[in-house]
């Protein structure tokens, strides 16, 4: 199972803005002019289009000061009080992880110091192996994500884990796509800004309006391993 984070898990809305703001001030000396989108994207690609945005060539050494930055402010916030975990999330997380057949993992745009400070203070970091993730340093695209963590679980667990034991779950259509390019399974959750009708579209095998209802979301996500057919599963179902 591999998760992402942002308005999957917990809801962080408006930090990305602010972080970068803060970030371009330290690294640049500018304000921000302009706002990416962020949902589904990850964080080398988010990093290039604010340098590129604000007149700075996106070379190594300045994307890894961005970083520093995002991971300075990630550490010194106080994440609790500015987030939340979404319903279900702990539950659901802590069903899987006393399962012998299931490995937990994160596929996030997040840097790995950002993604493991957002997930702390909730307390869900306890379930998810953070050592095999695919992280948003790694690349701009997402599909890269995907294969470096199941690359990392097959290497940790000495297996071969086939796309249809691999499931990836989001809310965004990026999510989906970067999961359908390695044939593994998708699975959208609609706690974001895309709709169920959108994620079904970009080819989720099953949608979910929410995490809320443990036993049902618990039901799909199991349901779906290697079955090669749409499930429905929470209390939105999939729609074709």
């Not at 970068?20 to 964080?43: D, K, M, Q």
């Not at 190594?60 to 550490?75: C, K, S």
């Not at 279900?88 to 899987?96: S, Y």
């Not at 690349?139 to 034991?165: G, M, N, Q």
Request: include cysteine; charged fraction near 20%; charge should be negative.
């Amino acid at each position: 199972m591999l998760w992402d984070i942002d308005l999957t898990l917990v809801d962080f809305s408006g930090i990305g803005r602010r972080w970068y703001g803060e970030a371009l001030t330290t690294v640049l000396g500018v304000e921000i002019s302009h706002v990416p989108v962020f949902p589904g994207r990850t964080e080398r690609s988010i990093a290039t289009e604010m340098l590129l945005a604000h007149d700075a060539e996106p070379t190594e050494d300045n994307i890894a000061r961005m970083y520093a930055e995002l991971v300075r402010l990630a550490t010194e916030g106080d994440l609790a009080a500015v987030g939340r975990a979404l319903p279900g999330a702990t539950e659901i997380l802590a069903a899987l992880a006393d399962r012998d057949d299931v490995v937990q993992s994160l596929v996030t745009g997040n840097l790995p110091e950002v993604a493991a400070h957002k997930l702390i203070p909730f307390g869900l970091d306890g379930f998810i192996d953070l050592e095999i993730g695919g992280y948003g340093t790694l690349s701009e695209d997402r599909h890269e994500l995907v294969l470096a963590a199941i690359r990392a679980a097959s290497d940790k667990h000495a297996t071969t884990f086939t796309p249809d034991s691999v499931i990836v779950i989001g809310d965004t259509p990026h999510d989906i796509a970067a999961a359908l390019h390695h044939d593994a399974v998708a699975i959208g959750v609609a706690t974001g800004r895309h709709s169920a009708e959108q994620l079904a579209a970009a080819g989720a095998r099953a949608v979910l309006d929410d995490l809320a209802d443990t036993p049902a979301v618990l039901a799909c996500l199991l349901g779906c391993v290697g079955s090669g057919t749409r499930a429905t599963g929470g209390r939105i179902p999939f729609r074709a």
